[in-house]
RNA sequence: GGCCGAGUGGCGAAGUGGUAACGCUGCGGACUGCAAAUCCGCCAUGCAUCGGUUCGAAUCCGAUCUCGGCCUCCA
């Protein structure tokens, strides 16, 4: 029997029991990125979250269909790719990558299927063909197909904002085609130079909203259980799939929407628009992929977090002692971890993540006070705990010697090497053999301005990289 | 203007009726040649403000102030 949960969903406002379509099984989509460019940490945000819930999900015995999508036909692309001068095609295919390889770093388990518009163009075409036999969509004076919001029932009740308040404070600038400023564009007609499929309206390209309807629809059916996204996709994206997939499939779409609150910086909200962005890739120049994963898991997906550098360092710092806990702990036997109830309960409600560390941390803290009176039994069973805790959050993967030496993260410029570090701890245990502490102490300061710090055990002189 | 959401210690951040988790920082003690690490202890009589309900409120109700977001492309 999985384990129950809440979810808050968008669609009421409120804290949900989640009831699946089909008993244990879990179908989640998650809109993901339009590759066009290097991805932010707002991006990562979404990436470290929503694997958290899919290894949540997994862990407490629930069957899940995981799908993100790449929506890489879209205008964006496009522009970008004629600035750059190459096909906007091999623009999205670089970006995809370097999306992949961003979220990889951030420990995550891919996600079932990834599908790209590129691919599913005849899903597209034929939802598309769908909202025309059912009259929701109507083919504009330039010839492209529009989804006509007038037809939808409920057009607005996802973002809660009813169809004559959107028409009177419309802000677009009304195109000819659109009968009614809210209509949105589900075919659009390829001008010279721009990537092009064939339908039967003409050769184009999709609009952007249509997409994840046909993907979703492909690959979790018509009615699924769980979608998730940004906040700023409810309007219009998210109001506009509903509105299509319901209107096409004359059904529910979904049942739970579960939306991620932003990163701001400067109190501000980052995005690609306001060029205040910071990508992934300047994070790992700083810090850690799981560094980045903590921090990020240490404010509720709801809640808005304010990005600053410092905070993120200190999440490194937390991250270090957890490391150091394991470390201490390498060599004890493996055993079955236990006593994950309360752990579980805590993501069982709304994905409550600090709360699951805060779990993590008390346990790591009652680790060390075990290895410290040499309660070998009893730390071994919490060891077990602990690492299982970290895996279902996608943190305690590195190796711990490793980890702390600096081996997961961007050396800095002109750090010294591990062999020159060996070197000067060999000299220091000599010298403190002879107990020349005035040597021993010139090369721990030494390495201290190296940000090395040497820490002095009973087995010997272990050393970390800050 | 409409609709969301937030304001908790030096900083970050949980907690939605029973007396303030957790992390970072700081302080004291143990340990250490001295440190570091680790452990133990301490650090918000108070949770934006003002009223109210209640035996009891950060948590419920009302009002006020401040801030962020969506309403246009955005995770």
Redesign the pocket.
Known sequence: MPLNFKLYS?LT??KEDFVPIEAGKVGLY?????PY?F????????VVVYDTFARFLRETGWQVKYVRNF?DV???IIARANERGMEATALAQEFIEAFTEDAQKLNEVTPDVEPRVSTHMQEIIDMIQLLLDNGVAYVGDSGDILLDTTKVDDYGKL????LN??IE????DVSDDKKT??D?VLWKLAKPEEPKWASPWGEGRPG??IECSAMSAKHLGKTFDIH??????????HENEVAQSEGAHKCKSVNYWM???????D????????GN?KTIRDMLQLVSGEAIR??ML?????????F?V??L???E?????LY??L??AVDLPQTDAQDLEHFYG?LA??L?T??A??????T??????A???NNLEKAAVLKAKLVKMGASLGLLTYEPVKYLKGGYKAAPEGAMSDTDVEKLVQE?TT??TE?N??R??EI?DLL?AENI?????AEG?SW?RK
């Not at 973002?159 to 009813?162: N, Y």
């Not at 710090?453 to 055990?457: A, I, Q, V």
Request: hydrophobic share 30%.
């Open positions: 968008t406002n409120t998650v809109c993901g990125v339009t460019d991805s932010h940490i707002g991006h990562g945000r979404g929506t879209d205008d964006k973002s809660k904002k009813p308040d959107l404070g419309a802000r677009v400023p809210t949105s952007w909203h998730g996204g940004g906040m700023d996709l409810i309007f219009p994206h939306h991620l609150a932003f990163i701001n910086f109190g501000e909200k980052m995005s690609k628009s306001l962005f903590l921090y240490g404010t509720h997906y709801r809640k808005q977090l304010n600053t410092d905070a360092q200190a999440s710092t937390a991250l270090e002692k150091r806990t470390k201490r805590y409600d709304d409550n600090p709360k560390q805060a779990e993590m941390f008390n790591a803290t009652d680790l060390n006070a290895l410290d009176q220091r010298a403190k107990k502490w005035a021993a102490d721990r201290k710090l040497l820490e002095d055990g002189t970390v």
